[in-house]
């Protein structure tokens, strides 16, 4: 089994990777886990801290090669309100349920659920069905110290 050595944010990826890890959004939370490359070698993570891998991230491993990250689409509900305080009224019903949400300037992603979906289009919401990678925020104890998930990077 080999270890990985350091993640490295998409936007510092030079090498192309051998191999493409493709994950779900909960699969790409991770702090120590054992994965199986799609050719069979399997690898050990074992950062400090959780991490959460963006698409387009890759892992170095001890041998100093890369493995890429991809984000997994998922089956999701995106989400648009009348208008800005309206959307930021759906976001609070969605945290109320502690659903995980992605967050963006007009529109939230969620996973799909049909009770939910209904609370929301009574709400006023337009909710549509969609495939696509997700990326939701994580809660505000989720990660220690407060450290920003994204700005974490780890090298031995």
């Keep these: 089994m080999l270890t990985v050595?350091?993640?490295?944010?998409?936007?510092?990826?030079?090498?192309?990777p051998f191999s493409t890890l493709t994950l779900e959004a909960d699969e790409r939370r991770l702090r120590r886990k054992?994965?199986?490359?799609?050719?069979g070698d399997d690898i050990l993570i074992d950062f400090p801290t959780t991490?959460?891998?963006?698409?387009?991230?890759?892992?170095?491993?001890?041998?100093?090669?890369?493995?890429?990250?991809?984000?997994?689409?998922?089956?999701?509900?995106?989400?648009?309100?009348?208008d800005r305080a309206h959307?930021?009224?759906?976001?609070?019903?969605?945290?109320?349920?502690?659903?995980?949400?992605?967050?963006e300037e007009n529109r939230l992603f969620i996973r799909r659920d049909h009770v939910i979906r209904e609370m929301l289009i009574g709400l006023g919401a337009t909710v549509r069905?969609?495939?696509?990678?997700?990326?939701?925020?994580?809660?505000?104890?989720?990660?220690?110290?407060?450290?920003?998930?994204?700005?974490l990077l780890y090298r031995r």
């Design 34 to 39: 054992a994965l199986r490359l799609p050719e």
């Design 87 to 103: 959307i930021v009224r759906l976001a609070w019903h969605i945290g109320n349920r502690h659903l995980p949400a992605q967050l």
């Design 51 to 82: 991490i959460t891998l963006a698409n387009g991230d890759a892992l170095q491993l001890e041998d100093g090669r890369f493995v890429g990250i991809k984000a997994a689409s998922e089956p999701l509900y995106e989400i648009t309100g009348r």
């Design 129 to 151: 069905d969609v495939e696509a990678p997700f990326s939701p925020e994580h809660g505000a104890y989720s990660h220690s110290h407060g450290a920003d998930d994204h700005a």
């Design 5 to 16: 050595t350091a993640h490295i944010p998409a936007a510092e990826v030079k090498s192309k």
